[in-house]
């Protein structure tokens, strides 16, 4: 496991007073697809600069976030937090999504 490890499956996502669903499925190391809110996504992980972008095309949004993770020999079990923002044409907005780790 890398240092910048983003961990794949489902996440709970909070995006502009809205709860949903946020799946990650990676394609190969840095490029992925999945559902947000139930629509398809697909997206890029930066690992050096642990930045996720990824577009959910439906709604015509483009999402930005950053990995906030536990640090270096914290516990095993943890929880993982993305937080950003979001663009769309009536304005940018912010959303965050966590998801518990248990190895």
Same mark, same amino acid.
């Given at each position: 496991m890398s240092e910048n490890y983003l961990p794949a499956g489902?996440?709970?996502?909070? =995006?502009?007073?809205?709860?949903? +669903?946020? &799946?990650?499925?990676?394609?190969?190391s840095s490029r992925f697809t999945g559902t947000a809110f139930g $629509? =398809?996504? +697909?997206?890029?992980?930066?690992e050096g600069a642990v930045k996720l972008s990824f577009l959910r095309s439906r709604v015509n949004q483009i999402y930005h976030g950053h990995l906030a993770f536990p640090p270096r020999g914290?516990?095993?079990a943890a929880t993982y937090s993305l937080?950003?923002?979001? $663009? +769309?044409?009536?304005?940018?907005?912010?959303?965050?999504?966590?998801? =518990?780790? &248990?190895?």
């Open positions: 489902k996440w709970i996502i909070f =995006a502009n007073g809205f709860q949903g +669903e946020l &799946i990650i499925r990676f394609v190969d $629509d =398809a996504i +697909e997206g890029i992980w930066q914290g516990p095993a937080a950003g923002s979001f $663009d +769309e044409l009536t304005g940018t907005y912010g959303w965050f999504a966590q998801q =518990a780790v &248990i190895p």
